[in-house]
């Protein structure tokens, strides 16, 4: 049983103001990619909405199979954020596999039976079977690292990348998987994806009125939907499992159209 303490605090608050907000700019990154009308906004809304109740209710059905399926979700989703800061053509896959596979596995590995409570929390499932595989991707992890530093050789741009992973692990040795999450998730996905966004905003978005309305709306909404679920939780729930299911749980309901919008469309026009 995993207690509320000072840093599950500081770590709920940090991504609760700072990691989810970097998802309401999706607003303008919707606007930057063509869905410029008050109709055609409206489409994406509904759409976006859509997908985030759906993936609510399927976890409600499948909790386990959707909590795989969000790990593989965030590993592809970060991975492509990290390759795309780099702004280089080549390695694509590899370097996106990479980063992802050591942030997730990373925390994982140095935080192993934590985390496997925190997932018991988010499936009210007995997961831990999946602990006798967990070798597998570890190896995978560090296989991947050890051929990063192998090509980075060649390509300069991602020689800072292998201090930037090792960076990483020392932060997941260290922490437990809560703050190392909201650290990597804060403090180097966040910027990351905002600097990128922001620098194709200034350029090419003519309204940038709709940055700041949106942005503040999306803000907003997901702020008072996430305080009202918790405390409807935390009837049943004590406030450290509520305050989990609401976050991860609404970070996989909105990573799913995220990706969609900003991996599979933005990426393609701007990257």
Sequence with gaps: MLELNILNVIS??????IGLPHGSFDGAVASLVGFNSKYEFLKFLLFYLLLFFLVILFWFYFPIFSLIVFLLMTIAHFGLCDWSFYKINNHKIFVSFTYGMTVIFGIIYFNEDQSFIIFEYLTNENIYFFQAYLFIPYILTIISIIYFIYISIAESKLRIGILEIFFLLFIFYFFDPLLSFTIYFCFFHTYKHLSHLIKNVLLYLPN???VLYST???TLISWFGGITIVFYLAQNFSLYESILKVIFI???ALTLPHMILVDLVYRRKFN
């Design 12 to 17: 709920f608050l940090l991504i609760f103001f």
């Design 250 to 252: 609404g970070l996989a």
């Design 208 to 210: 940038k009125k709709i």
């Design 216 to 218: 503040i709306a999306f």
